[in-house]
């Protein structure tokens, strides 16, 4: 990832380049000239270190993500008191890194690399941690991962509402009113972990929640076979 490289390195400079270059210009701003110049360095040190404008790209994708998973991690609560406020913080985190770094961000939705790719999935376990909070307190109505595939799309569907929309007619109460759409959409106004109106499908989706990965009361059969049960029972109760 993009942290591996010092502040001063050559491959560094050469991202902060076309980091600054991308978020004032644009994409098409990004060419190998113009970010050699930028960093003080000849064309061909682009070539030799990322291959490519787009392997260039890619480098620029796992440097934002770097910053973005190291501004959520600084933020993170080790333990929230309320699952529900902390999932309104992390969708707004998202969105507002998306409305202030839009090129940046388009960027990184579009990068395919490996190193971009393991950026993203941090950000996920991130994402999948306050989802499984909220199943462990019986807040949420829905499977943890429709959950996460909700709070995601409602995420980046703001962010390109929001740059779609001329900047006259921007209204902030849009992305109010998406988060809270997102948030009824997959939490209960209450917490049901006991058996209710869906029958066991919210006590198996708390138990699911909270069993631990490596429980020595069971086997690894035993816990495999339990999580399909609860599985089945947290599908019986979907609306």
Same mark, same amino acid.
């Given at each position: 990832?993009?942290?591996?490289?010092?502040?001063?390195?050559?491959?560094?400079?050469?991202?902060?380049?076309?980091?600054?270059?991308?978020?004032?210009?644009?994409?098409?701003?990004?060419?190998?000239?113009?970010?050699?110049?930028? *960093?003080?360095?000849?064309?061909?040190?682009?070539?030799?270190?990322?291959?490519?404008?787009?392997?260039?790209?890619?480098?620029?994708?796992?440097?934002?993500?770097?910053?973005?998973?190291?501004?959520?991690?600084?933020?993170?609560?080790?333990?929230?008191?309320?699952?529900?406020?902390?999932?309104?913080?992390?969708?707004?985190?998202?969105?507002?890194?998306?409305?202030?770094?839009?090129?940046?961000?388009?960027?990184?939705?579009?990068?395919?690399?490996?190193?971009?790719?393991?950026?993203?999935? *941090?950000?996920?376990?991130?994402?999948?941690?306050?989802?499984?909070?909220?199943?462990?307190?019986?807040?949420?109505?829905?499977?943890? $991962?429709?959950?996460?595939?909700?709070?995601?799309?409602?995420?980046?569907?703001?962010?390109?509402?929001?740059?779609?929309?001329?900047?006259?007619?921007?209204?902030?109460?849009?992305?109010?009113?998406?988060?809270?759409?997102?948030?009824?959409?997959?939490?209960?106004?209450?917490?049901?972990?006991? *058996?209710?109106?869906?029958?066991?499908?919210?006590?198996?989706?708390?138990?699911? *929640?909270?069993?631990?990965?490596?429980?020595?009361?069971?086997?690894?059969?035993?816990?495999?076979?339990?999580? $399909?049960?609860?599985?089945?029972?947290?599908?019986?109760?979907?609306?």
């Amino acid at each position: 990832m993009a942290t591996r490289d010092t502040t001063d390195s050559p491959r560094h400079r050469i991202v902060e380049a076309a980091v600054e270059l991308l978020e004032s210009g644009g994409q098409e701003a990004v060419s190998t000239r113009a970010v050699a110049a930028a *960093a003080g360095m000849q064309p061909p040190a682009i070539y030799r270190l990322f291959g490519d404008k787009e392997g260039l790209l890619e480098a620029v994708a796992e440097h934002g993500y770097a910053q973005f998973l190291e501004s959520k991690r600084a933020q993170l609560d080790p333990d929230p008191q309320d699952a529900v406020e902390e999932l309104r913080h992390g969708w707004d985190l998202v969105v507002e890194f998306g409305i202030s770094r839009p090129e940046l961000f388009a960027v990184m939705n579009r990068a395919t690399g490996r190193g971009a790719d393991m950026a993203h999935r *941090a950000g996920l376990e991130i994402l999948h941690g306050r989802v499984r909070r909220l199943a462990a307190g019986g807040w949420l109505r829905v499977d943890e $991962e429709l959950a996460a595939q909700i709070i995601q799309a409602t995420g980046r569907g703001a962010v390109t509402t929001w740059h779609s929309t001329p900047s006259d007619r921007r209204d902030p109460a849009l992305l109010t009113a998406l988060r809270e759409a997102m948030v009824t959409a997959i939490t209960r106004t209450e917490p049901t972990v006991p *058996a209710t109106e869906n029958g066991p499908a919210a006590a198996a989706r708390a138990l699911r *929640a909270a069993l631990p990965d490596d429980a020595d009361v069971l086997s690894a059969a035993e816990q495999h076979l339990l999580r $399909e049960w609860l599985t089945r029972l947290t599908a019986s109760g979907s609306p």
